[in-house]
């Protein structure tokens, strides 16, 4: 249905109008209502010319319905929805690729487990830990120690930076000088290695360490920051 | 729902993938200081006690924090929209203070800056070195005061030299006090 009057009176509520973005979408609310009321009098046996001036006349003042328009949709107030959901969307194209990488890196880094360097099965005894120690934004958690044939100590550890930390997130690692027995003996000669990811899971191999030794404790000090763990071993891996 | 409140919502969106796209998650900050401070935080030493020297080469900024016992040494530079990173190449972090003073060469940043523990030293001196392969040629020698914070820096020209073959060092660092007697030697 294309009716002239229609048209003209549609026009004239559109001038008042500004932000011509709004344009479109008053322009089909105020066509669909003009119809359902050109229907409503067509249904009621009035003829085609009579419904379309009463349909005209009971929309009212096009003048008026366009100044009160032109306030509701606003020219400043469009201008800027239009600018921030531009930059919205913007924002979240920019987002996806690294969101979906850093997603996928972190549940993998969750769920994966310790890299075996070792056949566990050459394994005398292991120690289930769960301590946890918290230096500057970084937590690191002691979960494992497994002691070897060949008098080998590993250490199993995994930190994590606390969430929204601005630190910037260095890997930690443990050095070996900071890994004592009871006696007072230091290790320095050792390997070690690290999985990336948001929980990074780490092992340290001690070599030769003292299988009289009752206790490893980890005694890193720096610059402040303390790690001090005693872990009782099963000395002679009796059990 | 209303204009108003979709706006509301875009700003939000807006702020909190900012957050995390340019915040901390991507490792950048609002200015080179925090850059140095993250760096500190994240390889668990300092905070540094003040900021005692930025220099700005192009992009790049040199950020010198002072620590207790030693010197902070973080390279950062301009990112997006005027925020700050790490500058490529690493940085060099925590210089401990082993010696009594020590002086160290920047090219990059055509600097040369150092410390001194001794609080008698009052003004150093000391030569920028050419090395190449068995040969040694003092290219530059320069004076400088040691202010109260046992800091002190010199600006260098552009040294012609090449990179490939050929190594720049501050040495031959002379410490003095406040009648030029000298009290402290490298050598």
Redesign the interface.
Known sequence: MLLPEREEFLKRVLSHVKFKYDHLDIKRELTEHMEDMYDDFMSHGIDEETATRLMVEYMGDPDEIGERLNEQHSCV??N??RA??A??VI??I??II??FN?SLLAVYSVFSGYSETRDRSEAIYDIKRSDTVR????YFKLEEVLYYSDNDLEIRYRTWYQP???????S?SLPSRCIYDNMGTQYSDSSGGSSAGLISRHYLIVEGFSPEAEKVIINYD??G?KIYIEVPLKAGGSE | MN??R??VI??V??FV??I??F?????I?VSPE??LY??E??????PSDKVLLKKKIGKEVLVIGKLSDGLSVVKTEKSLLGMWR?GDGGITG?IEAVKDADVFYSNTFKLVYGYSKNPEIKSVKFSIEKVSGDSRNIIDTFECTVDSDGFFYADTPEYEYDSQSQYLYAVDLFGFDESGNLIYSEL
């Open positions: 107030l469009g800027i929805w921030v959901r930059l919205a924002m979240v920019l987002s690294p969101a850093t230096i500057d934004d970084l929204f930390s601005k630190s910037v997130r260095w930690f720096y610059d920051r | 204009r108003k979709q706006t875009f700003i969106i807006i993938l900012g995390w796209r915040g901390g998650a991507q490792q900050y925090k850059v993250a760096c935080r994240g390889l668990h030493y300092g790490i925590k």
